[in-house]
């Protein structure tokens, strides 16, 4: 028995295989108007290893002077693309929130690829919930309590499973150990897709 941190939900194969391969379709679209970029920390420039994109009103972005929302991707200058209905249809029926989310973060992970423990803190709208889609190659995800230094659990996601931060997990610290290479066929060359609908604004 996996026992999670309070108020985390884990959805094992929400989306079945043509759900994920539709949504796999969205999301190339998405990159073929707003392509992946390499994020930077900010503070040190360095490198993410994940890379990344956004749709929707509002992306989140990394750079040397920090992270934000805006409404334009910071290497193209475009607007972002618009939300999938696929994704803003999801939104509706997993988490009952009565507003759109502005924001889809789209995280791209080669099999060497992770992220470190993190909050989500970014949004001014806490009230909300953020909801995640994991496809492609399974990962090893941790999870934690709202403080650094809590003890974390991790657990594997797979392709179709859904997380979703709310409530008293919405600032639990989270992050992605490691990928794990050839455990789905969904995407032809490997690796992962992360996809997180957020609300931003109050
Ligand atoms: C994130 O926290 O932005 C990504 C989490 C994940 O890849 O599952
Ligand atoms: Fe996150």
């Not at 997993?94 to 889809?104: F, M, S």
């Not at 993190?118 to 999870?143: K, N, Y």
């Not at 919405?170 to 794990?180: E, P």
Request: charged share 25%; glycine share 10%.
């Amino acid at each position: 028995m996996l026992v999670l941190p309070k108020g985390v939900r884990h959805i094992p194969g929400h989306l079945d295989r043509p759900e994920q391969q539709a949504l796999v379709e969205d999301i190339r679209a998405v990159v073929r108007e707003a392509p992946l970029y390499r994020p930077e920390m900010p503070r040190s420039g360095k490198p993410l290893s994940v890379r990344m994109t956004n749709c929707g009103d509002l992306g989140w972005v990394a750079d040397k002077t920090g992270y934000r929302y805006q409404d334009r991707h910071p290497v193209t200058g475009s607007p972002w693309p618009s939300m999938p209905d696929r994704l803003i249809n999801l939104w509706e029926e997993l988490t009952g929130y009565t507003a759109p989310p502005q924001a889809c973060l789209v995280n791209f992970y080669n099999t060497s690829a992770r992220m470190g423990l993190h909050q989500d803190r970014d949004e001014t709208d806490l009230a909300a919930p953020v909801l995640s889609v994991s496809l492609g190659d399974a990962c090893l995800f941790r999870i934690g309590g709202t403080e650094r230094g809590q003890p974390t659990r991790s657990f594997r996601l797979e392709s179709g499973d859904i997380v979703i931060l709310g409530g008293e997990s919405r600032l639990a610290f989270h992050g992605v150990d490691r990928i794990y290479p050839t455990t789905s066929t969904l995407l032809k060359d490997g690796g992962r897709i992360n996809l997180t609908l957020r609300r931003v604004t109050a």
